[in-house]
């Protein structure tokens, strides 16, 4: 940004945007400005652009655990653009110096066991308003549904998969980036953190939650049975959490309807303003809003309502990025239809009434153009594979 001072709105602007605890920070250049404060005239020329930063709140649990199990947290700082004060009392940080002092960090710790020292504390504040958000959701699946949907506001190269099925929801984690040896720390703080959420919100022990780790089983396995209550499993395909169908509705005791709105709206902006740097912002958010809630889907008009825009702006937002909510809906009606017929016996007819169709033709005409078989076809060919 040029130098010099800038008027009142626009500095007050600069810092709202540089305090957000979001991945996609924005630098903010006045070009020219002429303001009416107290009947002077506003214009600004503002230039957005990608800035890999993030949240510091990780970085500082980090020194925090070092400093408590009196450890040196001095070669945390080395090679960085920080120092323990800037750390603790800053803003969001550089992509590089984050990752800089996770790996500093999870050499320094007792048996590489970082992950797990910060997970044990974890809490979803570290993921700033996204996590503000979660606490005061309606239930789990609405909590989840968020964490899917607007992961990217807050960090860039970590993505959640949740799926919904007639059994129970599986969230997998999926990382944009090669994370090298931190994909330990990333899945441990991960999995300990949605751990706590859910049995923070529920009241009750995640006991029959199953973790898959898609490395090998560590070393330190006893510290894993320790801090996660359900089963475990290693060298899967992928790091993942399989939850049982029932924990996603229970209504949550710190659900505030006005703040819950007001959380939502926020996310919403947040989403619009990302939308300007990230492609395929809000093709990925629907798509993750349709596979995470159950069926019957909402219609567009629902679906602007949720994101705080008009049907003819999301329509043209998502026209942009080369999709359109019909042809997201479809996909996700498939994507239901798969499910009950590998999960249930349900007739087709009842399926296709359960999907919203008016009729059975439709539902059959529908998922053959989507997955390219008929839908007994599929459910013979699927149980036949198992």
Known sequence: MPAGPACPPCSSLVSDRIQRSVTMAVRIKIEQCSYRHYGVIIRQNIEFCTMNTISPVYARLVLRDLEQHDIDPSPLFIGTGLSRQTLLEGGDIS???????????????????????????????????????????PSV???????????????SYIDFDISTSPTGVTLGIIYREDTGTLEYFHTETTVMLLQQY???????????????????TPDNLEDYQAALHGELSFDAARNQVHLPRYWLDRPSPYFHAEMWQQAQLDLSRLLAE??????????????????SGEPPLPDLEAVAASLHVSQRTLNRRLLQEGSSYRQLKSAALAHWGKLYLEHTDDSVESIAAALGYQDAANFRRAFRRNVGTTPNTYRMDRRGDR
């Open 95 to 137: 992509l590089d110096d984050f990752l800089h002092i996770l790996r500093t960090g999870q050499a320094l710790a007792p048996d590489n066991r970082l992950g797990l020292m910060l997970g044990r504390n974890a809490h979803t504040s570290v993921l700033g308003p996204l996590g503000a958000a979660m606490n005061i959701a």
């Open 141 to 155: 699946r609405e909590g989840l549904r968020l964490l899917e949907s607007f992961t990217r506001v807050h960090i």
């Open 198 to 216: 859910i049995e923070t919100t529920v009241g009750e022990t995640l006991v029959d939650a199953h973790y898959e780790f898609a490395y090998p």
């Open 274 to 291: 990302q939308s300007k740097s990230i492609d395929g912002t809000f093709t990925r958010h629907i798509s993750a809003q349709l596979r």
